[in-house]
Each structure stands twice: as structure tokens, then as C-alpha cells.
């Protein structure tokens, strides 16, 4: 029973690596495979991007209406902070960089809670993030709002590309190269691969919540429309202000070697994502707020969670490294478009191999 129960489970992982072919083939220059996994995600980004906008523009109508209830505004908060956080805590701090270890179940529900982000699925996203580490503001970046031209106009371009166009012509990224420590986890292949159902469950979650307490269908229809839809929009554009305004406006208090910066504004919409150049300074540190006045909520997760015995092994850096990152000999010269060493990016049993 139980040796046909293995055999179960390793065929359902057989299958989950399959489903990652295209993306080992993607080196393969025109290879079928490789196409069609650019075609996947071109489609997958403009349903990703353009379904919340255009319901933002349906709840303006509504909302003239209607207004907007208590209940919603309520729902609406409630599920910002549990897909933000799982995506800040979980996709960000603990699958990108494992800046910190925790029990299974707190790792299955930051995982679902991030996928319910719409984001994209897990392996995804965490390729694509070790990928701007790796190559952060040089020519492999995915995001970067730098190297789009000369003007005004390349400036334009760079804020476009960095924020959503980047999404459109994304070159699929190996999975088995840069992500092999999450094709490992059997329970992170599942979730990777019910992606679409757990986003329409986060869509539906809080429709289902206002449902029970109000009894009413209307209820659940505008839970629907402003803690579903709406929630998406606002996580998606705070989220991916990182890429765009953290790599152009702020203070860069730290040596990085790229054009991260600290941008406060960011950092309290995103749960302390926005201290973007401590992070890039320090990228396995679990806390990005290293100053007392630097609010990190997300940080303030972990150091809960740590405390009642979840989470362990967080890793922060030592008062020696943060005096030795501070040091700027050069600070106004022109900004290198050197790599941080592959080693801070991640720990050295996920490390990468290449930046291609
Ligand atoms: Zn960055
Ligand atoms: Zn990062």
C-alpha cells in the first residue's frame, strides 16, 4: 500500500517536471517548446494585467452608484495583507531567497496566499526575482528601468518596461537551472501547477465571507468586484512599483552596484519592500527595514512567528557587514553595472549557474 502510494507520488512528480520541458528547452534557440512557452506567458501577462484594470473601471461605476460598504472596505484590507504578505514573506523572503525556515504548514499557506496575488505562479516568480538579483540593472535584468535609450524618451520606456512591459516579451526562464530547490518541494510543484484555481479562489474567497455574514447575493458580488478585482490592481501596481520607482527614486544609502534605492512610500504600501537598496545590500537578509525607523511588516511577521516557535533560522546581517556594505569610497561616481556576488543572492546550495 504504501510502496503504491510512492510510486503515486512519483509519477505526479514525473508529471510536474514535465510540465517545466519548455523551460529547460528554452536555450534551444527557436525551438517549438520555447515558443510556446513565450506564447503562454505573453497571453498569461495581458489577462494577468488587464482583467483587474478593467475592473477598476467597472467599480467607479458601481461605486456612483452604490458606494462602497464597510464590509467591503474591511474584506478589501483583509485580503491586501494575506496575498501582499504572501507574496513579501513567502515568494520574496522565504522562497527567493530563504532568508528564514518555518514549519510545512505555514510554507503551504505563504505559498497560496502569494499565488493568490495573481503574479504569477511560484517558480515564476522566484526565477524571475533570483534573475534581477543576479543581473540587477545590466542588460539581463527582466526589470530594469535603466538601458531603454538616451531622452526623455528612454526614460518613458525604462518606467514602462520596468512596471508591466517587461511582462510582454519576457524570455521564459530555465526553472531547473534557477529554481532547482523549489522543483524539489512536492507540495510547491502542486501549488505551482493549481495556480489558476487558487487566483480564482482568492477572487472568490471574499465573496464567499460576505455571503455568510449578510446572507445577501449582492453582498457577495461586491466583495467580489472591490476585495477581489480592485485588491488585485492595487497589490499588482504597489507590488511592481519595486521594479520601477525603487530602481529610480530614493536614497541608496549602500554600495550595491546596481540602482536600487530606498523609497519609503513604497516600503509602507508593500509591507517594507520599498527599503529596496538595504535589500539589494543585503539580499538574504529576512529584515529589509534595517534602521529602528524603517517600518518592515513583513519583517514583523517573521520575528512573530519566530517567537512562537514557527519560524527559525533567521538570517540577518552582522553590525560588521552592514559597516562594511555602508562604506561608499565613490559615492557620486557613476553607478558600475557590476553584479552583486551570486553568493548574497541566495544560499550556496541554490545558487545558479549562469546569468542566462
Ligand atoms: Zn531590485
Ligand atoms: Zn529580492
Keep these: 500500500m504504501c510502496l503504491r502510494r ?31 512557452a513565450e506564447r503562454y506567458e505573453r497571453r498569461a501577462a495581458v489577462v494577468t494585467i488587464v482583467t483587474p484594470f478593467a475592473a477598476v473601471f467597472l467599480a467607479i461605476w458601481y461605486f456612483w452608484g452604490n458606494g462602497i460598504s464597510g464590509l467591503d472596505l474591511a474584506l478589501m484590507a483583509f485580503m491586501y495583507t ?19 525556515e518555518c514549519v510545512t504548514p505555514v510554507r503551504v499557506a505563504l505559498a497560496v496566499a502569494g499565488s493568490m496575488s495573481a503574479q504569477g505562479p511560484i517558480l515564476f516568480w522566484t526565477a524571475c526575482h533570483r534573475r534581477h538579483h543576479q543581473c540587477s540593472d545590466d542588460v539581463w535584468d527582466p526589470h530594469s528601468p535603466h538601458n531603454h535609450g538616451p531622452g ?34 512536492r507540495r510547491l510543484m502542486a501549488i505551482n501547477r493549481w495556480y489558476p484555481a487558487i487566483v480564482i479562489g482568492g477572487l472568490l474567497l471574499p465573496g464567499v465571507i460576505a455571503l455568510a455574514i449578510t446572507g445577501r447575493w449582492a453582498a457577495f458580488g461586491s466583495a467580489v468586484l472591490w476585495a477581489g478585482f480592485v485588491r488585485l490592481f492595487l497589490g499588482h501596481h504597489t507590488t511592481w512599483s519595486i521594479n520601477s520607482v525603487c530602481h529610480l527614486f530614493g536614497g541608496s544609502p549602500y554600495e550595491t552596484g546596481d540602482r536600487s534605492r530606498n523609497n519609503g512610500v513604497c516600503a509602507l504600501l508593500t509591507f517594507g519592500e520599498g527599503w529596496h537598496n538595504n535589500h539589494h545590500a543585503f539580499p538574504t537578509s529576512a529584515r529589509h527595514g534595517l534602521r529602528w525607523w524603517q517600518l518592515d511588516g513583513s519583517f514583523i511577521l517573521i520575528r512573530t512567528l519566530a517567537l512562537v516557535g514557527l519560524v527559525w533560522n533567521v538570517r540577518l546581517p552582522s553590525p560588521e557587514q552592514l559597516e562594511a556594505r555602508s562604506f561608499r569610497p565613490q559615492l557620486d561616481a557613476e553607478v558600475v553595472a557590476a553584479n552583486p556576488p551570486v553568493d548574497d543572492v541566495v544560499p550556496p546550495s541554490v545558487r545558479p549557474t549562469s546569468p542566462a
Excluded: Q
Design 6 to 36: 510512492e510510486r503515486l507520488v512519483a509519477r505526479r512528480f514525473a508529471s510536474d517536471l514535465a510540465s517545466c520541458a519548455p523551460r529547460i528547452k528554452t536555450n534551444a534557440l527557436n525551438s517549438a517548446a520555447a515558443s510556446d
Design 82 to 100: 494575506v496575498t501582499g504578505l504572501g507574496i513579501t514573506v513567502g515568494f520574496h523572503r522565504l522562497f527567493t531567497h530563504r532568508s528564514f
Design 152 to 185: 526623455i524618451a528612454g526614460v518613458l520606456m525604462g518606467c514602462w518596461h520596468s512596471h508591466v512591459g517587461w511582462m510582454f516579451n519576457h524570455k521564459p526562464e530555465n526553472y531547473i537551472r534557477r529554481v532547482p530547490d523549489l522543483i524539489r518541494d
